[in-house]
């Protein structure tokens, strides 16, 4: 990444505590340059509660938005002089016309990227059938992604067929890296997934697309029936868990990547407001010392 240490670090950042007005205004505080706008409507049973990831998150679109609403959005980036960097939906694989629905409003705000579907994978069904329904589904976002002139992204994501950058790279070779790629997670490659990072990166080679930034431990739970000691994963801060992101970043700059890294922190150790500052001091700090 060749960024210098005089420029505004090109991270974005997403929280659920922040409206869309109060995170871009933060965001700019802390000179980041992008926000990425989660995609998924907050359950009705949710409205009251204590702000969340994946439950009450105050940056989502909903998918019923009116223009009115995706209006706000658009605004109150440019207000700020922050770019949208992607609408990040929860698609199923194979369908195709919630895709386009995405597409269509990550035109509208000027995004670059989205992401889609992946086949969930819990042993339930053979690995095999799941890769072909991918690759069928895939076949039509290629063209979407042409029309709409949109990156459509396959996540590195645990409990799914593409936990590892290797078997991202199978699912996406047979597409054109103008209009599929891959958002490079470590993070969740620590929960299930783990390779040599910067083998991985070689191996996507013009795949790599995107890159999200958090982290993740492991800790023993109880023994099992037999004795054995089990173990589970958690969520970590970014400068506390297992990826060696130092490490990770120099990997990312040895294969010329200069996009856009993604900061996310599940971990909940820091508040709202200080952790966009922290984390872009952090990221910035890695970037100077390699």
């Known amino acids: 990444m060749e960024v210098s240490t005089d420029e505004a670090v090109r991270i974005y950042r997403r929280h659920p505590g922040f409206d869309p007005g109060r995170i871009s205004r933060r965001a700019k505080a802390a000179g980041i340059e992008g926000v990425e706008w989660r995609f ?3 359950p009705e049973e949710a409205k009251d509660e204590k702000p969340s990831f994946w439950r009450r998150n105050l940056c989502s679109i909903d998918p ?6 995706l209006a706000r959005f658009e605004r109150v980036t440019k207000e700020h002089g922050l770019e949208t960097v992607s609408v990040t939906p929860y698609l199923t694989t194979g369908d195709l016309e919630g895709t386009e629905q995405v597409l269509r409003v990550a035109k509208r705000l000027g995004a670059r ?3 889609v579907g992946v086949p969930r994978y819990d042993g339930t069904q053979n690995y ?10 895939l076949h039509g976002v290629e063209e979407l992604a042409k029309q709409y002139g949109i990156k459509c992204l396959v996540e590195t994501h645990h409990v799914t067929i593409a936990p590892s950058a290797g078997l991202a790279h199978r699912l996406v070779s047979g597409f054109s890296p103008d209009h599929i790629g891959v958002l490079f997670d470590p993070g969740n490659m620590v929960h299930e997934g783990y390779e040599n990072f910067r083998m991985g990166l070689e191996l996507l080679g013009p795949y790599l697309a995107h890159v ?5 431990g492991w800790k023993r739970t109880e ?3 037999d004795g054995s000691q089990a173990w589970t994963s958690y ?9 060696d992101w130092k490490q990770v ?13 993604g900061v996310e922190d599940f971990s909940g150790k820091y508040g709202s407001k200080e952790s966009l500052i922290s984390y872009a001091k952090q990221v910035r700090a890695w970037l100077a010392e390699i």
Do not use: C, M
């Open 235 to 243: 969520w970590e801060p970014v400068n506390e868990g297992i990826v």
């Open 223 to 225: 023994q099992r029936a």
């Open 64 to 69: 019923k938005a009116s223009e009115e609403e």
């Open 212 to 216: 999200h930034i958090k982290n993740t």
């Open 40 to 42: 998924k409507e907050i």
């Open 249 to 261: 970043l120099r990997d990312l700059k040895a294969v010329g990547y200069d996009g856009y890294l």
């Open 128 to 137: 095999n059938e799941l890769f072909d329904q991918a690759v069928k589904y």
């Open 113 to 115: 990227t989205i992401r």
